[in-house]
């Protein structure tokens, strides 16, 4: 189950509440857009499932987005 947020959300929703003046950009995030295999970076391996789930943290992001609190940079 997704029970979870990744350490990016954790990061970030720590960055808005320490910071609430700021307006928070990020970037190199797709949301595991490339399928269902996983993995970190650093892995050699990939995994099929997750504690994250990549859906709604995509949906909180876009909609801090769309408050300007988040900036997403290309």
């Known amino acids: 189950a997704h029970r979870f947020p990744s350490t990016g959300i954790t990061a970030l929703v720590y960055c808005l509440e320490h910071y609430p003046e700021s307006v928070v950009s990020i970037m190199g995030v797709d949301f595991a857009a490339e399928g269902p295999t996983i993995g970190h970076y650093w892995e050699r391996i990939f995994k099929l499932r997750t504690v994250h ?4 943290e995509r949906q909180f992001v876009l909609q ?4 300007g ?3 997403i940079l290309k």
Do not use: D, F, W
């Not at 789930?53 to 709604?56: A, E, V």
């Not at 801090?64 to 408050?67: G, M, P, R």
């Open 53 to 56: 789930s990549y859906k709604r």
């Open 64 to 67: 801090l987005a769309s408050t």
């Open 69 to 71: 609190r988040v900036k």
